[in-house]
């Protein structure tokens, strides 16, 4: 009799929970057929749900998406569908010893019943090289088959071993239509959602709730909750939601963006090559996208001053004055006062003359590579120091007693002499610079009596290349 107590007790709190769970839980769709989205991988006849339909999950899988596309979901769908026993843990404060335990029951599980365990490990990203490692031997051997849930990409936050004995499935955003869907469905389903009570939802609150939360059904149903529960109903006794509800109830679009994650460094990207191609509007978009998330701006100020170097130079000299002078701005004044010098620098990187020129130092770098550095001339050499016992120095022509400020002289090593390494674009600025070097070349090499000849030119991959082996 005590235990029944016991067992009516636990129901009662488990139904009272139920009640009680926010709506996004209580509406999680139970089965494929009350899944919406991801049609690419669970569509009708796609590989994954025929795998689920008929309880034949053998190989690992890893969800990767943004919140709310049904990662978590699609996990509970395969617990309800399989005979195997399914676990959950969640890595934000699962550790070993957790799957040390999960491990040692699903061994025992195998002998005993020849009953596999499913494992689900949410947010596995979090889990740490060494507990991934703990993982790995037991899905080898297949005492575990892992579900991984994610928002990170796995490439770079999934041991690469786990990786490949998974197969690796993504899932994208919800569209407008399917969140506004899964709402509908929310106030009209009488078990779990508002079927019950007399809820009136304007068709502009309802596409405004969507919009606004970005792909993301929990996002939306959140608001939706909080839009009816906040909401005294009419004399009627009908709650309206119209659009002034609606706006209340989910103040900001959200926008997917960790600062450590894909997101930060994709948009980023974006931003700087849309100031490389020239396109301010699109680099105020980027730059709008990366503040309204909350980016570090002195990232971006630090970007924009590496782009002026590399992307700039001389084509416009100005451009790495102005970035230098709006990221002093930026530290004086901070935000949000602080975002004008950042826009100005934005807008005339993104306007003014190209060239990539500042590249060449790789072109000089890679000569050195190859065949060595050579020895720095006699008459360049420091004659502070040894002048007198070992002549350097000597034959230095100082070129500022020369009306031009200039005079033809040898500045490589003599087996050298006369390598270009630069090469001027030709473009804004950099076109007076070509015409003069070419003529101080030229001059150069009658005066010496040699012959110009081009040193390394590396491609935009040699150079990618380089630059990462600073």
């Keep these: 009799m005590p235990c029944m107590a016991v067992d009516l007790f636990d129901s009662a709190a488990a139904e009272q929970a139920r009640r009680e769970a926010p709506l996004a839980d209580r509406m999680r769709p139970r089965t494929l057929d009350e899944f919406i989205g991801q049609e690419d991988i669970v569509g009708p006849g796609k590989l994954l749900r025929r795998a689920i339909e008929s309880d034949r999950l053998f190989s690992s899988i890893i969800f990767w998406g943004p919140p709310g596309t049904g990662k978590t979901t699609l996990a509970r769908i395969i617990s309800n569908r399989t005979q195997s026993h399914f676990e959950t843990l969640n890595a934000v404060m699962a550790g070993v010893a957790d799957i040390r335990r999960v491990v040692a029951e699903a061994r025992e599980r195998r002998k005993l019943y020849r009953r596999r365990t499913i494992l689900l490990i949410d947010e596995i990203h979090r889990f740490n090289k060494a507990q991934q490692d703990a993982l790995l031997p037991h899905v080898e051997d297949g005492t575990l088959i892992l579900i991984g849930a994610t928002t990170e990409n796995p490439y770079f936050e999934v041991n690469s071993a786990l990786i490949s004995r998974s197969r690796l499935f993504h899932l994208n955003v919800l569209t407008d239509a399917q969140v506004q869907e899964l709402m509908r469905r929310a106030l009209a389903d009488p078990e779990r959602g508002y079927g019950t009570r007399q809820i009136a939802v304007d068709e502009a609150a309802l596409a405004h709730l969507a919009r606004v939360a970005g792909g993301d059904a929990r996002n939306a149903l959140n608001a939706l909750e909080l839009a009816v529960e906040s909401t005294p109903p009419a004399p009627d006794g009908v709650v309206h939601i119209d659009l002034a509800v609606a706006q209340d109830s989910i103040q900001r679009r959200a926008i997917l963006y960790d600062k450590e994650g894909d997101a930060h460094y994709d948009t980023i990207s974006a931003f700087i090559k849309s100031v490389r191609g020239s396109d301010p ?35 416009e000299p100005m451009g790495l004055v102005v970035a230098a002078a709006a990221s002093q701005a930026l530290d004086w004044v901070g935000m949000p006062e602080g975002i004008f010098p950042l826009v100005e620098a934005t807008l005339f990187l993104a306007t003014a003359p190209k ?17 060595g550095a050579g020895e720095v001339p006699d008459h360049l050499k420091d004659a502070n120091r040894d002048a007198k016992g070992l002549g350097h120095g000597k034959g230095y022509v100082y070129p500022h007693a020369f009306d031009e400020h200039w005079t033809p002289q040898n500045y490589l090593p003599r087996e050298i002499a006369g390598m270009t390494f630069y090469t001027p674009s030709g473009v804004g600025y950099e076109a007076t610079v070509a015409e003069r070097l070419e003529r101080w070349r030229e001059a150069q090499r009658r005066a010496l009596g040699i012959e110009g000849r081009a040193g390394p030119r590396l491609d935009h991959a040699e150079v990618e290349r380089m630059k990462r082996e600073r």
């Design 355 to 371: 060239s990539n020129t500042a590249t060449h130092y790789f072109n000089a770098r890679a000569q050195i590579e190859r065949e």
């Design 281 to 315: 509007d699109a680099a105020l978009y980027w730059l709008a996208k990366m503040i309204y998330a909350g980016e570090d701006p002195r990232f971006i100020m630090r970007r924009l001053l590496i782009l002026a170097g590399e992307d700039i130079g001389l084509a």
